[in-house]
């Protein structure tokens, strides 16, 4: 009778055992798919600065920012957070910036609460990601709120650079890209806050890329000088809005790919990533 039970018994688990699910036999397979998920999220670049590198309002200017997605393959996503006007502490602290210098020659600062693009970068910025850092135009301003002082931008740059690194992410610092300025017909460097900007990358270990000595070299290479001032006939008119400092199209596209190139001269690993 013993043996004649012990059978029903068996005859009646065995079908549990085949019904039961494989991944209670195999611990983390549920976590597979997630996994896989992650492994597959698109590295995003994001772009901080001003109007040489922002979207375009219209038809001009065009900031090479906007020409900078194209460049890559469908691994990498541009999220271009820079803005016309902006200095980098007013892209940092937009609205929190006053009209009054300090005694320490600086804009007072209401507070350090956050813009809202600084607030997206903190928000969104996941490990892995990339962090291009250009400012340094309208930082020169002698007046508040765009004034920004030689050490209070190295400062603010290294800040930037150093919460991307504590979130993982991948820092680049830039120099300004140049205007078109022509000594007889040599185009010729016209921006400050180098020495700052190299700097905030030695103190990070972020790259630097030197856009205003790349454009100034590229400028004299298709020989944008010497020029009549009309910017909107010729080459320098393809390049050049009807000033000597904001990018069409064409000129847009130029500056993206200068930079594009030294990702891959540089040997900084988003490089991997290029058509």
């Known amino acids: 009778m013993r043996s004649f039970r012990l059978l029903i018994a068996t005859a009646l688990a065995v079908p549990l055992l085949l019904a039961a699910p494989v991944s209670a036999e195999l611990p983390g397979c549920g976590i597979r798919p997630a996994a896989a998920a992650a492994a597959a999220a698109p590295t995003t670049v ?38 016309g006007g902006r200095s980098i502490q007013t892209w940092l602290y937009e609205g929190n910036v006053t009209s009054t210098i300090g005694a320490d020659g600086e804009c007072v600062l209401n507070s350090t609460t956050s813009s809202a693009r600084w607030q997206r970068v903190l928000d969104g910025m996941k490990a892995g990601d990339y962090l291009f850092i250009q400012f340094g135009i309208n930082d020169g301003s002698t007046t508040c709120p765009r004034h920004v002082g030689a050490a209070r931008y190295q400062q603010l740059m290294t800040m930037m650079a150093r919460t991307a690194l504590a979130r993982g992410a991948h820092p680049v610092l830039l120099t300004a890209v140049a205007a078109i300025t022509c000594s007889g017909s040599t185009a010729v460097k016209n921006r400050g806050f180098v020495t700052q900007t190299q700097a905030a990358a030695t103190a990070t270990g972020a790259p630097l890329i030197d856009l205003q000595t790349l454009s100034v070299n590229h400028y004299n290479a298709v020989r944008l000088c010497p020029n009549n001032g009309d910017y909107t006939a010729g080459l320098v008119g393809r390049y050049f809005c009807n000033d000597h400092t904001h990018f069409e199209t064409y000129g847009a596209q130029r500056i993206a790919g200068l930079v594009a190139g030294a990702l891959r001269t540089q040997n900084i690993p988003l490089s991997t990533y290029l058509l």
């Open 46 to 83: 994001w772009l901080a600065g001003d109007s040489t590198m922002a979207n375009p309002p219209a038809t001009c200017p065009v900031g090479w920012g906007a020409q900078f997605d194209p460049l890559f393959t469908s691994d990498v996503v541009v999220n271009n957070l820079a803005l």
